[in-house]
């Protein structure tokens, strides 16, 4: 049986964002759900700002189709105010639990303790909160970002000679941050720095925020290059912004991967062809599809098993050479 509990509603609108469901709908009936076991959660998705988030999307809502439990999906556009409201409009729904990759890391404890009071159970996917009761979420089911990071700067560190493109005896090294504030930008930049801090002829000279997009990894890594013209290396926390620096760099005469080495994170289909084409040199991988591991997840919190604080998503990092091997079955 699935735990309902009662909420004082509060009139919000969702006017302003896209709030879409997928199978039985109990919950948007003022039911309070259903009576018959089914799950009904509510998801409060980050945006479709790449397209690691759109495979994650995906694996969502395929996987709670799959498996008959009624998914509330909201896309917050990549606002935090739009996400903060699609879950209180949950609670207000009295779904059966909540699950959400946080647009960033702070300012979510008031709606995380609103969801508690309620007694609805909350799962965070993909990106940490940095909230100090922990109590106030289930579980945390996503990537380790500081290995990420950490697997990015190693491999700088082992390729530091061919890094040094121009030969000058250091490698100027430019970062496309992720989402300022968000933990796959903070995580991903820490462990970089960590690594790389063993090779003092690795240097980061620029770094800037392409909030996770194609169109602003373009727009930075321009303004870069026209005010630095001994860039040796892009880092740039997804293959998203990465692709966007291919477009900049080769609009300003150079070859990516050649005059500019890139390294980048996330390993979807764009940048896994990219760098069998060459393109860019080294992708550590985030797997995006999440949607199995939630959905089991939330069956077990809502049977009352235990399930473990923090569930660590496997993962792995590509060459060129093994790019161009595993790109044919590539899922996403
Ligand atoms: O939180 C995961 C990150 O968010 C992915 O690396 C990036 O592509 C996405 O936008």
């Not at 699935?2 to 609108?13: D, N, Q, R, Y």
């Not at 759900?33 to 759109?54: C, L």
């Not at 080495?261 to 764009?270: F, L, Y």
Request: net charge negative; glycine share 10%.
């Amino acid at each position: 049986m699935v735990k309902k509990t009662l909420v004082a509603a509060t009139a919000i609108s969702l006017s302003t964002f896209a709030l879409t469901s997928c199978g039985s709908s109990n919950a948007e009936s003022g039911s309070g759900g259903d009576d018959d076991g089914t799950i009904t959660m509510g998801f409060a998705q980050v945006g479709a700002e790449s397209g690691w988030r759109t495979a994650n999307t995906k694996s969502i809502q395929e996987t709670a189709e799959a498996e008959g439990i009624d998914l509330k999906f909201t896309d917050a556009q990549g606002k935090q105010e739009n996400q903060i409201q699609a879950i209180r409009s949950y609670i207000q729904q009295k779904v059966d639990v909540i699950a959400f990759s946080p647009v960033v890391e702070t300012g979510f404890d008031a709606v995380l303790q609103e969801a508690k009071a309620a007694g609805i159970p909350v799962i965070l996917t993909d990106r940490a909160v940095d909230v100090e009761d922990t109590s106030l979420y289930e579980t945390f089911l996503g990537s380790d970002f500081v290995l990420e990071g950490e697997k990015a700067g190693e491999w700088l560190v082992e390729n530091a000679k061919e890094a040094d493109v121009d030969g000058d005896g250091t490698v100027n090294v430019v970062q496309l941050e992720g989402t300022t504030g968000a933990a796959p930008a903070i995580d991903r930049a820490e462990g970089f720095a960590d690594k790389i801090a063993a090779d003092d002829t690795i240097e980061v000279t620029a770094s800037q925020t392409g909030d996770f997009t194609r169109d602003g990894g373009k727009q930075v890594m321009e303004s870069f290059l026209q005010s630095d013209d001994s860039i040796d290396v892009v880092f740039a926390h997804n293959d998203d912004m990465g692709l966007g620096a291919i477009e900049a760099i080769e609009a300003a005469g150079l070859e990516p991967g050649k005059d500019i080495q890139i390294i980048t994170i996330d390993a979807v289909k764009d940048g896994m062809q990219a760098l069998a084409d060459g393109k860019i040199n080294y992708i550590v991988e985030c797997n995006p599809l999440l949607g199995p591991q939630l959905m089991d997840l939330a069956k077990k919190v809502l049977d009352g098993e235990e399930v473990p604080e923090r569930v660590v998503t496997e993962e792995s990092a590509f060459t060129q050479e093994q790019a161009k091997e595993v790109l044919p079955d590539r899922q996403y």
